[in-house]
């Protein structure tokens, strides 16, 4: 069955610090990996996504990820954190046709001023 | 606003009534999807139409549970003989078929809350 999972359901750090969040799936065939974003009080939205070229994929507000198909996982990274960084990160993936996208259970960060 | 919209935004409602979600995509979007969301848990997949032909649907939406598209447009998401289960966040989102959203980059709209007391 198709899954997404996600490390660590909750992280807090202090600004400045690295970030590193994790994500395994498990799904057949091509896929194409994203990660989510839900800040306090808003949206679900599109950080960055991977379906195909260069591996590491860079997204918005300096996030990047890595697609390692061999360990069938795609980790969040940011070198330093901020505070406006606080929020909830959702890892997903779908086939390559782009239909059912399935999530993660998320993780929530919160970085200390 | 041109995003996804949906409402109501919060719906409480007692055990066994009939509630309905509404949802209008954004304009160009031909896939619309349902999803539900409770504390602590990623959004899981309930069902997907691709203009008004209802394409897939989870086995969670049990036969309480009926979406609709009618003209392929705006979405309705109705349960009926609410139970206290059903309490969640109830999403929506959109996104385009062909070129970049081959890739199925979802726009999600804020969600609807529902409890059921």
């Known amino acids: 069955a198709q899954s997404v999972s996600q490390h660590n359901h909750h992280v807090i750090l202090s600004e400045a610090a690295s970030l590193e969040l994790g994500c395994n799936y498990s799904y057949g065939g091509t896929v194409n990996l994203f990660w989510y974003v839900q800040y306090p009080g808003q949206h679900l939205q599109l950080l960055l996504k991977y379906f195909s070229g260069d591996p590491l994929v860079k997204g918005i507000k300096g996030f990047e990820a890595e697609f390692i198909k061999s360990k069938f996982s795609f980790n969040l990274r940011k070198p330093s954190v901020q505070w406006s960084d606080t929020a909830e990160y959702f890892c997903a993936v779908n086939g390559g046709g782009g239909f059912k996208t399935i999530f993660g259970a998320g993780t929530r960060l919160f970085v200390k001023a | 606003d041109t995003g996804v919209s949906q409402n109501p935004r919060h719906k409480i409602t007692k055990r066994g009534q009939n509630v309905t979600f509404r949802c209008d995509p954004i304009s160009e979007h031909n896939r619309l999807y349902w999803y539900r969301q409770t504390l602590g848990q990623g959004p899981e997949f309930l069902t997907y139409?691709?203009?008004?032909?209802?394409?897939?649907k989870s086995r969670l939406l049990s036969d309480r549970f009926s979406a609709e598209r009618p003209k392929g447009s705006f979405s309705t998401l109705e349960i009926q003989r609410t139970e206290q289960g059903d309490s969640a966040m109830y999403l929506c989102a959109s996104t385009r078929r062909g070129g970049d959203s081959n890739t199925g980059e979802l726009f999600f709209g804020e969600g609807s809350r529902l409890t059921v007391l």
């Open positions: 139409f691709q203009n008004e032909a209802q394409l897939e």
